[in-house]
């Protein structure tokens, strides 16, 4: 692969049940070669330079799902933690969440802060696991701390900056996502990271999470490497922005 490797990369991780069902297996075994997914892409996201991997793993909203598929899911997610958790510390990667973590079961809980705790001063990537996220949910939290600093007299309504907001966010100090996959045909933003994704490339693709792997990532990048971002500006002036930047780094 060559230049402009998305640093901020954000999955959709759809398809797990389509997946087994359309090999007449129960839900729980697409969500099983789905953890394997996830093993294949964090290991691709490392060695291609990304720095922060974040991936949409269990929302607010799935908490709705039938008792026994979420607690297949729990289990699942303790397997993971268990199983990476060298291959997670050696590969110097930082294990984060974004979600209201203290609604997870203590048995995966505990685990997970551990792993969190153990790889806090990783610098190689963050994985950062959406776990009983939502978007409108994380937006409301911000809201609530940066209201609550207003009235304790630190800042003024009018002087509410954008950095303010962003720093009571999961992603806080974290460049946005530069590219957001959605596996599985749908093309919808589920309620993930609804302020970070201003900006950022969305591509959809069929392949099921389960079947997705290196080469599909690189699919997507090749994709976001042919897009021109142009934050609300012309094509002329990106290019003569890059013109300068060019310059600039040449001389
Ligand atoms: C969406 O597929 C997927 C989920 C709700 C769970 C994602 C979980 C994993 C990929 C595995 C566990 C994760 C980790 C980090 C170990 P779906 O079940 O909604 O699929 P469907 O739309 O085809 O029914």
């Known amino acids: 692969m060559s230049e402009k490797i998305p640093r901020h990369v954000a999955i959709i991780m759809d398809g797990n049940g389509r997946w087994a069902r359309a090999r007449d297996q129960p839900r729980v075994k697409g969500h099983e070669q789905g953890a394997e997914a996830v093993n294949r892409v964090t290991r691709a996201c490392r060695a291609r330079g990304v720095e922060v991997l974040t991936l949409y ?12 598929e979420v607690t297949a899911l729990m289990r699942l997610l303790l397997r993971y933690v268990r199983g990476q958790r060298r291959e997670i510390l050696d590969n110097n990667i930082r294990l984060t969440v974004l979600g209201d973590i203290d609604k ?3 048995f995966v ?22 776990l009983s996220y939502g978007g409108r949910e994380e937006l409301l939290r ?8 207003a009235q304790r007299g630190e800042l003024r309504a009018a002087d509410i900056m954008e950095a303010d ?30 302020w970070q994704i201003a900006y950022t490339e969305l591509y959809f ?15 997507a990048f090749e994709h976001y490497q042919g897009r021109q971002r142009r934050f609300g500006m012309t094509g002329a ?8 930047k ?3 780094t040449t001389l």
Do not use: Y
């Open 57 to 68: 793993a269990f929302s607010e909203q799935n908490w709705r799902r039938p008792a026994d």
């Open 165 to 194: 907001f962003e720093a009571e966010l999961f992603t806080a100090g974290w460049p946005d996502p530069d590219l957001l996959i959605r596996t599985s045909g749908e093309a919808r933003i589920s309620n993930f990271l609804l």
């Open 246 to 248: 060019a310059e600039e």
């Open 205 to 219: 693709t069929p392949i099921a999470w389960p079947d997705f792997d290196e080469a599909e990532l690189d699919r």
């Open 142 to 149: 911000a809201v609530r701390a940066v209201a609550a600093r």
């Open 104 to 106: 997870l079961p203590l």
């Open 109 to 130: 809980r505990a685990p997970l802060k551990a792993l969190m705790k153990e790889s806090a001063h990783n610098d190689g990537m963050i994985l950062a696991l959406a």
């Open 237 to 244: 002036q990106i290019e003569a922005e890059g013109l300068i």
